[in-house]
């Protein structure tokens, strides 16, 4: 009997397979070795990986440019400027939390390998996402995401609080799965296939008497996704876990789950499912109003620094929903663009709170954050162009980032959302106008120390917010970027 062997384009696996790679040795090494691997090697091991996935990503993009965008394995995996870029900012991102951990975990007295193992597997499931051109790829990538992030959530096994909220995720995320997987059987029903590509071609040419099963498989879809990224109202279990995982955690899992899922979900509902975007864009169009108004609103109210970000983060998952809805080209490089510059400047937040912290990771008050910048104006100083970045002050990458998926939706007939969203960051921006404040106003508490700073994570705070700046007033790189990204998309 003859088995046929899909043709399968290496260099477009290869960030995944590296990232898996360097999982297994670091695995392995670990089952060999007479004791527990030090801190440093295990660091420096995470770090080559990730630093030889973003330069695979040069060859890969120069690769895409002169060939053309691709799939591979059987059609399940895209391989285009999206995925490239989307993976690039995922690496970045995996990098930037590897510098902070280590930092992390020499102040709480973790040794081993078991903290970059996980990350590594986690980043793998982002970017096998972000490159899924079929459902089940895309439930796969998920799937080894999120398995990766529960254990991540629980790993401070010294607070109590780290191990609820991984229960937490678990539970919500297994139906958040549950519910993906029934969306693909049904999305299947309808059209015959689960690949993206196969099922835009089939609704292209088809015209459908009875889309009652596609417009429930889409629906189901996009509440599996829409949990992911913590939209209204599937974003009771964020505040929780943010609060009870460790910083570093929370920061990577805010950065790589967003790129990787508003890729996946873009491939989705954007691109197979663009001809029925009259089941989903209605949706689309509620959930974007209340994540950002109820992310914003109940961030007015809030006491610690984590659950306030928790909620800062729904109000961006709201606006990159906005870039979503324009089902358009312009909208779909506003999204890329977003989550492109939105993940290295949430981890250089979470940093800097990974330092205010403290030893057993406990100080988030927002008195901790009273008189910082007074105290310390490098540390003070940084955290304000992070948290004025998040807010889309001009100058910074937030700003344009907010005001591109505004322009691509009020391009797209969306003038009233638009209005509506820009209501929301007013609010938003009032939430950081005052922490921002509470940085620079006299600090009352005798009891107030200075907040060491060890090098990585310092390097992570600096590039964070001397990109934000930087990127912010010389838009035209990244910009350009995720334009060109956009052009080489499939299907």
């Known amino acids: 009997m003859n088995i046929s062997l899909p043709s399968i384009n290496y260099l477009a696996l290869a960030p995944v397979l590296t990232m898996v790679g360097g999982a297994l040795i670091l695995l392995f090494a670990t089952a060999l070795s007479a004791g527990r691997l030090g801190r440093r090697l295990t660091t420096s091991a995470a770090l080559l990986t990730g630093v030889a996935v973003l330069v695979e990503t040069f060859f890969q993009w120069s690769y895409v440019v002169h060939h053309g965008a691709t799939t591979t394995a059987a059609y399940a995996i895209a391989f285009d ?41 986690a980043t793998s ?5 972000a490159q899924a051109n079929d459902l089940i790829v895309i439930f796969l990538g998920l799937e080894i995401l999120s398995i990766g992030l529960y254990v991540l959530v629980a790993f401070d096994r010294h607070r109590a609080s780290s191990a609820e909220a991984s229960l937490k995720y678990f539970l919500l995320g297994g139906f958040a799965s ?11 029903g309808a059209t015959g296939s689960t690949t993206l590509s196969v099922i835009a071609t089939f609704l292209t040419g088809t015209f459908l008497i009875k889309n009652g099963v596609l417009v429930a498989g889409a629906g189901l879809l996009l509440v599996g996704f829409a949990f992911k990224v913590a939209a209204v109202p599937f974003h009771l279990w964020a505040p929780d876990v943010y609060e009870g995982a460790p910083s570093p955690v929370t920061g990577l899992m805010a950065a790589i ?66 870039g979503l809805w324009s089902t358009s080209p312009r909208g779909a490089a506003a999204t890329l663009y ?8 949430i981890i250089s937040t979470f940093a800097v709170v990974t330092l205010v912290g403290g030893p057993g990771d406990t100080r988030h008050g927002l008195e901790n954050y009273r008189g910082l910048a007074r105290r310390q104006p490098w540390l003070g100083g940084c955290l304000t162009v992070l948290l004025l970045a998040q807010s ?100």
């Open 257 to 322: 789950v967003k790129v990787g899922a508003f890729t996946a979900v873009l491939r989705v509902l954007a691109s197979a499912l663009g001809t029925s975007a009259y089941a989903w864009r209605p949706i689309v169009w509620v959930l974007v109003v209340l994540t950002t108004f109820a992310g914003a609103g109940l961030a007015l109210v809030q006491q610690n620094i984590k659950r306030l970000l928790a909620y800062s983060s729904i109000t961006n998952a709201g606006f990159i929903l906005l």
């Open 178 to 188: 549950a519910i993906f997987i029934y969306g693909a059987a049904l999305t299947y």
């Open 392 to 491: 889309g002050a001009p100058f910074t990458t937030g700003f344009f980032a907010k005001y591109s998926v505004v322009a691509a939706a009020i391009g797209a007939g969306g003038a009233i959302l638009g209005a509506l969203v820009m209501l929301a960051a007013a609010i938003a921006a009032y939430v950081y106008l005052r922490l921002v404040l509470a940085l620079y106003a006299e600090d009352t508490d005798d009891t107030a120390v200075l907040v060491p700073v060890p090098t990585g994570t310092g390097l992570v705070i600096t590039l964070g917010a001397a990109s934000s700046i930087l990127f912010g007033v010389w838009v035209g790189p990244l910009v350009n970027l995720a334009h060109h990204a956009t052009l080489l998309f499939l299907p």
């Open 125 to 129: 499931g982002a970017m096998v996402m």
């Open 338 to 345: 977003y989550v492109l510059t939105y993940a290295p400047l």
């Open 81 to 121: 400027g999206f995925s490239v870029v989307a993976t690039a900012a995922i690496a970045i991102g995996f990098i930037l939390t590897t510098l902070v951990a280590h930092d992390w975990s020499a102040r709480e007295g973790f040794v081993g390998a078991e903290f970059h193992i996980l990350a590594l597997a």
